[in-house]
């Protein structure tokens, strides 16, 4: 789910956003000794089912390797333990559901708390326990049926994440029988803000971490913040917008990247709670903020929300900027980012 490039280097789509397709030679290239010359390097994995991209600037090519293979790991070790593909403590905790209090891991309690507070934020949009409906659907290969209705509606019942309760006191989680748990929509986010507080720790002041269109951005990219482009939902190859960014996430989410076509109507991956089928609140959703996890969050509730309610929450979130693309196609941007994402129906840039 590649939903945001970063553009340097890209020469077709800098000149698509009329930009020099130069990345400029460093201030200290003739006067410092050649060790000191900033190099930029990047790696990509494969995590959370989606590609791991991290990009770093600094001296020591040797010392930006060994910061960028941790950061890879603190992300696989994120998954590992919140994943719910396969056997992980979160995985025994929705099978614990019905048999009482279960303890977990600290981080596991903690990022459950934080999600059942989104849950509050967003009037019920973002809802980790949307999996008991979830599960029903399948975007791995396009089914031959839609899911029976009739099972939607049981599984509903399921989904409240008022019901579930969390102690941070002793790290405990209580989920009633039936419920699933799933943190699709904030894991990743997590991860990549671990990922980045690993390359901070090892001395790196310069880098993005981009894990499928989660993307945390630190400082400058050769002196100049750096150019990220979020695609556009329906157009493949070209931009919806470009931001100049610096020390801030972005984080976007859409139907257009896991779903499926069936009987001409288009079904993806962000399930409405209140329904348990799939939002149509927004094509694509852009979320600007200081942390990932929360862009994630949010990014995904903007999907089930709308542009309406949700640019209002937005402009009610101190220092958090959007941009969705209503079912419409129309643009629609938070006061923030206005001037800066061309919007509300505006023709978009296009490569
Ligand atoms: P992506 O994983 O494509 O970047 P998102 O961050 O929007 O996209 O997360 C979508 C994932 O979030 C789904 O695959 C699912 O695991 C989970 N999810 C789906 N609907 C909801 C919802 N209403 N609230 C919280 N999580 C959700
Ligand atoms: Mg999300």
């Excluded at 994120?78 to 303890?103: F, H, I, P, Q, Y």
Aim: proline content about 6%; some cysteine; hydrophobic content about 40%.
């Amino acid at each position: 789910m590649i939903k945001t490039r970063i553009l340097s280097g890209t020469v077709a789509l800098l000149s698509l956003a009329g930009f020099s397709g130069c990345r400029p030679a460093p201030e200290s290239a003739n006067t410092e000794p050649a060790e000191s010359i900033p190099v930029l390097r990047s790696r990509q994995d494969g995590v959370m089912g989606t590609r791991l991209k991290i990009t770093v600037i600094g001296d020591d090519p040797a010392l930006l390797d060994r910061a960028m293979a941790a950061a890879a790991g603190e992300i696989k070790r994120v998954e590992d333990l919140m994943t719910d593909w396969r056997a992980s403590e979160l995985t025994s905790l929705n099978e614990s559901a019905g048999k009482g209090s279960r303890k977990v891991p600290r981080e596991l309690a903690a990022i459950i708390s934080r999600g059942i507070e989104l849950h509050r934020l967003t009037d019920s949009a973002f809802d980790i326990t949307f999996a008991a409906a979830g599960k029903l659907w399948n975007f791995k290969t396009p089914p031959k049926s839609l899911p029976d209705p009739g099972k939607i509606k049981a599984a509903l019942r399921h989904v409240n994440a008022d019901a579930v309760k969390v102690s941070a006191a002793d790290n405990t989680v209580e989920l009633p029988a039936g419920m699933k748990l799933g943190l699709g929509g904030i894991a990743k986010g997590y991860g990549v803000d671990r990922a980045m507080k690993i390359l901070r720790d090892h001395g790196i002041r310069n880098a993005i971490v981009d894990a499928g269109g989660d993307m945390k951005i630190l400082g400058l990219e050769f002196g100049k913040p750096w150019k990220i482009a979020i695609k556009h939902p329906r157009r493949k190859g070209s931009a919806l917008a470009v931001l100049n960014l610096t020390n801030t996430c972005l984080v976007t989410s859409g139907d257009y990247e896991r779903f499926f076509e069936f009987e001409g109507k288009h079904y993806h991956h962000i399930i409405d709670p209140r329904t348990g089928y799939p939002a149509r609140g927004c094509m694509s959703a852009s979320v600007v903020a200081p942390n990932a996890e929360y862009a994630d969050a949010l990014a995904t509730s903007m999907c089930v929300l709308g542009p309406g309610k949700g640019l209002e929450l937005i402009e009610r979130l101190p220092k958090i900027e959007a941009v969705l693309v209503g079912m419409d196609g129309k643009v629609h941007v938070s006061s923030g980012l206005r001037g800066q994402v061309p919007a509300d129906g505006s023709e978009p840039a296009s490569e």
